[in-house]
């Protein structure tokens, strides 16, 4: 079995500021998108921003590019499997935890040679692969670090804003992760639905059920065209409000 995003050559970028050129385009592409985004949750949501930063990539296909930041790229759109696949250039690993350090380990090599933009949009990178190896703190660093070197309208930042309440939230602080996902809806709008939605879920996990309530039956008011007002409606029932 092999799992497969996509490559990216060093022909796919002619420098680091490409990088987030495509990535505030393929942020873009997410809201035009947004009911499918929404709908599909935070792990599937951060595909479908890498699925979409590596076809505005594809589209330039410029002649160079940085050696760390095409690796990184590359890394990312890996593929999972013990042997070479017919058609697909790899590079591949043999498990999804290979790939992943393999990310840390290249999204570091961006940070080495590059600042700006280009480091910011590693360290994200970085943050997501510790997330997925459930180190959590690893995790928050390489998150705040997106967070503190981004602009403050970086309109990627709601996947760090996440990404932080997800590593509270898997290191068992529950009240991080509520207060993660308050931050997310303040700071990133444009998501807020998706936000009250967990910070409901996990202000219930921490047995806070009053606070769970008030979010959620205050959520059709607060997200009237939110394509997540049945799924509100329905957790607010299971908890026993109208």
Known sequence: MSSKTSVITRKDMKEPDKFQ?????AAGWVAARRRQALLAGGAALGLVILVAVV????????????AAVSQLLSTVGGTVS?????????????????????????????????????AALAALAKGDAHLR?????????????????AD????????????????????????????????????????SDRADLERARVLAAAGKL?????????????HKESPLA????????????K
């Open 21 to 25: 050129h495509a990535a505030e385009q």
């Open 55 to 66: 076809l505005l990539v594809q589209s330039r296909r410029a002649e160079t590019t940085g």
């Open 82 to 118: 013990t042997v070479p696949l017919p058609g697909q250039p790899g590079p591949f690993f043999p498990t999804e935890e290979a790939r992943q350090r393999a990310i840390v380990g290249a999204a570091d090599a961006v940070v080495a040679e590059h600042g700006g933009s280009a």
């Open 133 to 149: 190896l459930r180190e959590w703190d690893a995790a928050k660093a390489a998150y705040e670090k997106y967070l503190t070197e």
């Open 152 to 191: 403050r309208d970086d309109s990627l930042r709601f996947g760090a804003l996440e990404g932080l309440a997800l590593a509270g939230e898997g290191k068992g602080d529950l009240a991080a992760a509520a207060d993660g996902f308050a931050r997310m809806a303040k700071e990133a709008p444009a998501f």
């Open 210 to 222: 009053d606070e769970a309530r008030q979010v959620l039956a205050a959520f059709p008011e607060q």
């Open 230 to 241: 049945p799924e509100a409606a329905q957790r607010l029932g299971k908890l026993g409000g």
